[in-house]
């Protein structure tokens, strides 16, 4: 899928830049022609002969290199390429890239491009929930860059969560899927997916028992239809797939929030189970036993996501899709369900204990539409998934 694509790598200064060496080898071995541009702080990090030697072609360093501009001037530098692809991204470049700044090589070619942008996040944990960075994020979503990673976990600098690059491996898969040649390229579709998780206080919350597999299984099928898929997850027992955009939350309400800020989108699936209820008030600080009885919990009703969209009045998604699982009268209630919802799909299942779905690799859903019911027999979640994205994509032509 690589093959004799040309892609306009952007290494920026950040010491996950010497993972961008192997992503480079990756990338060749599949057949891939990698254009280098560095920033200079990323020279502190890896070397230029290294990045020109691995990619086998020109490096471009300077905006205002004359030899460059003579041999290929910036802007068709930045409009020749499949795709653009920034790795590392630092917090420096995505603001940049988010004001529209233009003032060296790097973010000059960001803003004459006309190619899509992929970029790979890599920054310090603090760095990455800071306000302006995510601020940042969400004006780059809109502009429709790309996001892969960052990912949770030990970082050079000593600290753990998110902000580690991606593994090379995860870049080429969201790179392939990109390119993705099939009957959903050029839809958004957005998927959420998994269990949230309400807390209580900060050590315990309410969930329940959503794995996560069907929602992963889905966003993987939309992907190898070729569509660029906004995956919304709450903390799920299953990794999330590679070559979509993964955004993390916990909570419904920061479930709603992602997908506000995701949309637009061609075509929406709720498979996320959503908690019902959140502790009004949750204490910030741990609740402790105490000989003066039992703590009091208050609840209130977390945002209905899937109710929100299907009922938009502006922007909504041609098609949106819900689940229902159900442990009695499936059909009844999901039909029910599609009427108060408004959505237009309803994929029903039964999640009674004794069906073994709920956190098993098999499902046996109905499909539930305009038409009437489907049942479908029961098979492998991925099938469920395959099937699934096949009809959204008849649905989307
Ligand atoms: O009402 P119920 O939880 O059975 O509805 C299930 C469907 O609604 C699923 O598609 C689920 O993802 C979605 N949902 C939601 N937000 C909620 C509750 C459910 O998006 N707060």
Redesign the pocket.
Known sequence: MLRSKKILLIIGGGIAAYKTLDLIRRLRERGADVTPVMTHAAAEFVTPLSVSALTGNKLYRDLFDLTDEAEMGHIQLSRSADIVLVAPATADLMAKMAQGLANDLASTLLLATDTPVTIAPAMNVRMWEHPATQRNIATLRGDGVRFVGPNDGDMACGEFGPGRMAEPLEIVAALEAQLADGPLKGKHVLV?SGPTHEPIDPVRYIANRSSGAQGTALATALAALGAQVTFVTGPADVPPPGGVTVVPVQT?QQMLEAVQAALPADAAI?????A?WRVEGASARKLKKSKDGLPTLNFAE?????ATVAQMEKGRPDLVV????ETNDVIANATA?RKR?GCDWIVANDVSPETGIMGGSENAVHLISDDGVEDWPRMPKDQVAARLAARLAQALS
């Not at 709720?270 to 959503?274: D, N, P, S, T, W």
């Open positions: 959420t419904a709720f498979a996320a189970a959503v019902d977390n945002p209905d996501i899937l819900g689940f229902a699982a369900k919802k």
